[in-house]
């Protein structure tokens, strides 16, 4: 049992002493005192909570990395999506050199492929509004 539990176990106890001594002319100001005390207390560990958290997301941001909650910024995708076109002009003439077209095509293949990896990956349902119309429309697509 917590410290605080029992200290608020007396409490009950001491208020139930009370209404005992004192009648059922008291027994709503002893409610409402030890309810008081309850809210007290309640108000007190969610401040704690509030607070830890606030200090565990200040500790994430001056250590400058992400939290696991926070969602991918702007500025993330469009960095990758640079260093990646940054990065297919080297491999495209690697490519295209060493196997010409089929190897351009495969490097561009990889490209496209690292790109739709990382888009899934920072947008989990990008591809979940895409399905086939039934019946008839085979050929269109609905958003």
Do not use: C
């Amino acid at each position: 049992m917590d410290a605080r539990d029992t200290e608020l176990k007396k409490e009950l106890n001491a208020t139930l002493q009370a209404r005992r001594e004192l009648g059922e002319e008291y027994e709503s100001a002893l409610v409402d005192s030890f309810m008081e005390k309850v809210d007290q207390r309640i108000d007190g560990a969610v401040e704690r909570r509030l607070r830890r958290q606030l200090a565990e997301q200040q500790m994430v941001t001056a250590r400058g990395t992400r939290s696991p909650k926070s969602t991918d910024s702007f500025g993330e995708r469009f960095g990758f999506g640079i260093v990646s076109l940054v990065l297919a002009i080297p491999l495209s003439g690697i490519g295209a050199g060493t196997a010409h077209l089929p190897g351009l095509l495969v490097t561009w293949i990889g490209i496209v492929g690292v790109n739709v990896v990382q888009a899934v990956r920072t947008n989990p349902g990008l591809f979940r509004g895409l399905r086939r119309k039934p019946a008839g429309d085979e050929d269109r697509w609905e958003d």
